[in-house]
C-alpha cells in the first residue's frame, strides 16, 4: 500500500510543474503561402492590447488545470502582435513604413481540460485595419480548437498548451482569409 501511495504522489507531482512561457512562434508555411498568393501588400504592424474591460490577467496567464500558462514577454496581446508580425516577415510582407496598419485587442483567451470527454481552447481577436489614418476594418475573429480530453495531467497540460498556442497562427489564417480584410488591405 505504502508503494502504491509513493508511486502515486510521484506521478502527482510530475504532473504538476510550472509550464515555462508560451515559446515563441515560428512562421507557418500556410500563412506564408496565403501572404504570397493573394497579393498582400506591405502592411505596418500597430499596436496590440487587451480588450477594454477585460480582466488583466487574462492578457498574461492561461489556466490549464491547475497550472497556468504564462505569456511570453508577459503579454498575449503582444504574442499575437509578434505572431503576426513573424508571418508578415517570412512573407516578406512587413514594412514599419507602410500606410496600412494591422492593430489589434485580444477578446478571448480560454482552455478547458478535464471535466468532459472533450477539451477546448479558444482565442479571439478585435483586428482594426487603418490606412492614411482612417479605420477601414474593424473585425472581431475568433478562432477555436478541441480534441479528447486526457485524463492524466502530464499528457493533458502540454497537448492543451500546444493546441493553445497554435490558435495564434490560426487566427492569422482567418484574418487573411477573411474578403472584407482583404479589401481593406488592398484599398478596394
Request: aromatic share 0%; charged share 25%.
Given at each position: 500500500m505504502r508503494a502504491l501511495l509513493l508511486?502515486?504522489?510521484s506521478a502527482l507531482a510530475a504532473a504538476c510543474t510550472t509550464?515555462?512561457?508560451a515559446?515563441?512562434?515560428?512562421?507557418t508555411?500556410?500563412?506564408v503561402q496565403i501572404m504570397r498568393s493573394s497579393d498582400v501588400p506591405a502592411l505596418a504592424v500597430g499596436r496590440f492590447a487587451l480588450g477594454e474591460g477585460l480582466p488583466?490577467?487574462?492578457?498574461r496567464t492561461v489556466g490549464v488545470r491547475a497550472e497556468l500558462l504564462r505569456a511570453p514577454n508577459g503579454s498575449f496581446s503582444d504574442y499575437l502582435r509578434q505572431t503576426?508580425?513573424?508571418?508578415l516577415t517570412a512573407a516578406g510582407k512587413l514594412d514599419a513604413a507602410?500606410?496600412?496598419t494591422v492593430s489589434g485587442f485580444l477578446t478571448q483567451s480560454h482552455v478547458e481540460t478535464g471535466g468532459s470527454d472533450v477539451s477546448r481552447a479558444t482565442l479571439g481577436a478585435r483586428f482594426i485595419v487603418t490606412r492614411n489614418g482612417q479605420v477601414v476594418y474593424d473585425h472581431e475573429h475568433v478562432v477555436t480548437d478541441q480534441w479528447p480530453s486526457q485524463f492524466i495531467g502530464a499528457i493533458a497540460i502540454p497537448e492543451?498548451?500546444?493546441r493553445y498556442t497554435g490558435l495564434y497562427p490560426a487566427i492569422v489564417t482567418d484574418l487573411f482569409e477573411d474578403a472584407d480584410f482583404r479589401t481593406a488591405i488592398h484599398g478596394n
Open positions: 508511486v502515486l504522489a509550464m515555462p512561457p515559446p515563441e512562434h515560428r512562421p508555411i500556410g500563412n488583466e490577467r487574462m492578457d503576426l508580425e513573424t508571418e507602410a500606410g496600412t492543451a498548451m500546444n
